[in-house]
């Protein structure tokens, strides 16, 4: 089946640092949508792009939806605590019938 | 404001042994759908559902069973569960499949252990 390749897999940083994290995809995808879940609770949609080359903010967090359509990143700007859970990445669109995860990135944030 | 409920919370299962997961949602959606999830590879799509009475199978449909007789409720069931059925599975839905304006949205999970 189709893959996305997200990365890094984990990260431990100190409060108030920035986050950076991306996925890539050898497919085009026309949707890129970034999730977070918290510790015991289901995923929870943080950004959609639905447009090549489209730079999106909520908050303190950012993310660009790659100009090839084959990739994606996401951007949080001074941590906190609360930023802790794991952060999806997932392709979809027009034609397609289901969304495609990424693998996650686990995120800790060192008070 | 309901959303998506997923019962029950946990699950214990010895091997052989069946069960249904219960997904319900409250927000006329049409799409719904079943992941698993396990450690160092995402959520992967077990089976979903564009509309009542139609199911597709996912990415790892072995082992699994859906129906979808009304638009609310999406059950997903393990005919003889397996060791290798031990995972978090999530049920989500949303208006459209992946469309604009149409987020998915999940339930809090089950988590089954199969011994």
């Known amino acids: 089946g189709q893959q996305l390749n997200q990365s890094p897999q984990s990260m431990f940083i100190q409060e108030g640092e920035d986050v950076s994290m991306n996925c890539t995809s050898s497919?085009?995808?026309?949707?890129w949508l970034w999730y977070k879940q918290d510790p015991g609770e289901g995923p929870v949609l943080l950004i959609a792009?639905?447009?090549?080359?489209e730079l999106t903010s909520n908050g303190r967090l950012t993310a660009q939806f790659g100009i090839t359509r084959k990739d994606s990143f996401l951007n949080i700007s001074a941590s906190i605590p609360s930023d802790v859970g794991i952060y999806f990445c997932?392709?979809?669109?027009?034609?397609?019938?289901?969304?495609?995860f990424g693998s996650g990135t686990r995120l800790q944030v060192q008070p | 404001n309901a959303g998506v409920t997923q019962t029950p919370k946990f699950q214990v299962l010895k091997t052989g042994q069946s069960m249904t997961l219960q997904c319900a949602q409250d927000?006329?959606?049409?799409?719904m759908s079943w992941y698993r999830q396990d450690p160092g590879m995402g959520l992967r799509l077990i089976h979903y559902?564009?509309?009542?009475?139609?199911?597709d199978q996912g990415e790892v449909p072995n082992g699994y069973n859906v129906s979808r007789s009304t638009t609310e409720d999406f059950p997903l069931r393990l005919l003889s569960a397996a060791p290798s059925q031990t995972s978090v599975y999530f049920c989500?839905?949303?208006?459209?499949?992946?469309?604009?304006?149409?987020?998915?949205?999940f339930g809090n999970g089950t988590r089954l252990t199969v011994t």
């Open positions: 997932a392709g979809g669109g027009t034609g397609r019938r289901a969304l495609t």
């Open positions: 497919s085009i995808f026309n949707t």
């Open positions: 989500a839905s949303s208006f459209l499949p992946t469309g604009r304006d149409s987020p998915l949205h």
């Open positions: 559902s564009v509309g009542a009475g139609i199911t």
């Open positions: 927000m006329n959606h049409e799409y």
């Open positions: 792009l639905y447009k090549a080359g």
